[in-house]
């Protein structure tokens, strides 16, 4: 089976570990893969997949319809394989998917996260967004993948595609790459991704704030990139306490995590993070962090178990329960939730448990597909 894999995100941004985990991992299950993106021709040299790179140029607002067009170009004189399906991102798939339907080939849309930008952007992208998923809905041969159960929900309230129709890819984790290693001699707390305001990154330094002037000699790493970081480097600077790096790569952020203790999960009760699967709440675990954050669907686990490592609390108490639990934590209490997390990760994140849905949502629609029959 050949799987095509159209997608507008480099792999050079820190949000393309699920592309390269599922990706790599359904070619070490013996698939064939050609990844088609934007990046530069040579760049996935060390990738186990075959690289298409689309280059375009096009002003923000209208990138996604021009990098469609431009894929759409390349496939039409391309040879496809019988036995292929393709991946495809939602913000590309209006220009692509009628040439699937015209090829007979079975199709999945890859829905990672709703429409995230702020202002006249994002009313661009909902209605591309709607119709994206209203062409899974109509068509027999195709299905779609988001990122959660509340996902789903979403989905269907939305569009109206039946739950048959939609797999959930939660986020998983490298289990080899975050691991647990000896920690700072000093209490860290650690955030990792976009460093955007509309994610609640700003209550983070008032947080390190005020668990040191509770007394307790503490820490803060923050690394990513985002409308927030001039503000935030210059709290930095002031501070002896606060670090900022930009974007890492995974080597370098996995061994800056795996030395921190507690993982702070700051986003807001808003509908875009209550539907979303984060990836770091994933690697906090796998490094062995307990975690903190703001209480919200798209924070928990999909479990029932009680997880003592996790706490999330509501919005407004952030800071004075932040303060109070790290307070009460004694290095031995942090040592053995440490152990409880990394446990949890061990035995329910890995990507091997999402890589399964995925392909079996892919062999399912290669099966149906009457080319095969």
Not at 59 to 66: K, Q, Y
Not at 175 to 198: A, I
Not at 237 to 250: P, R
């Amino acid at each position: 089976m050949h799987i095509y894999w159209f997608t507008g995100r480099s792999l050079k941004d820190l949000c393309s570990t699920t592309q390269t985990s599922l990706a790599s991992g359904l070619v070490n299950r013996g698939h064939n893969l050609t990844f088609v993106n934007p990046d530069e021709s040579g760049s996935h040299a060390d990738w186990p997949w075959t690289h298409q790179s689309i280059q375009f140029e096009a002003r923000p607002g209208l990138r996604s319809r021009a990098l469609g067009i431009k894929m759409r170009k390349w496939f039409e004189q391309h040879d496809s394989k019988t036995d292929s399906v393709a991946l495809v991102d939602w913000r590309i798939a209006h220009a692509l998917v009628p040439l699937f339907q015209l090829r007979t080939i079975p199709w999945v849309l890859i829905d990672r996260s709703p429409p995230a930008d702020k202002g006249i952007l994002s009313l661009l992208q909902w209605p591309s967004w709607k119709r994206s998923w209203k062409l899974v809905r109509a068509n027999s041969s195709a299905r779609g993948c988001v990122v959660s159960q509340k996902h789903q929900e979403f989905v269907q309230k939305k569009t109206g595609v039946k739950t048959s129709s939609i797999t959930v890819l939660p986020a998983g984790v490298d289990l080899d790459l975050f691991q647990s290693k000896k920690r700072f001699s000093k209490l860290t707390m650690v955030y990792h991704g976009r460093l955007d305001q509309h994610r609640g990154v700003l209550a983070l330094p008032m947080l390190l704030q005020k668990v040191r002037t509770s007394g307790l000699d503490a820490r803060l790493i923050m690394i990513g990139d985002g409308d927030s970081m001039p503000g935030l480097q210059i709290m930095a600077a002031e501070k002896d306490n606060f670090d900022i790096h930009s974007t890492l790569e995974q080597d370098a952020l996995a061994d800056i995590i795996s030395r921190c203790h507690i993982g702070l999960l700051p986003m807001p009760e808003h509908k875009m993070w209550a539907i979303a699967s984060p990836l770091k709440r994933s690697e906090y675990a796998a490094s062995g962090l307990l975690i903190y954050g703001i209480d919200h669907a798209g924070h928990r686990f999909s479990t029932s178990d009680s997880l003592d490592w996790m706490k999330l609390v509501k919005q407004h108490d952030f800071h004075n329960e932040g303060v109070q639990w790290f307070n009460n934590l004694d290095e031995q209490q942090i040592e053995q939730l440490s152990i409880q997390a990394r446990t949890y990760a061990e035995e329910n994140l890995s990507w091997e448990h999402t890589l399964d849905s995925l392909e079996q949502t892919i062999l399912t629609l290669v099966r149906r597909n009457p080319l095969n029959q």
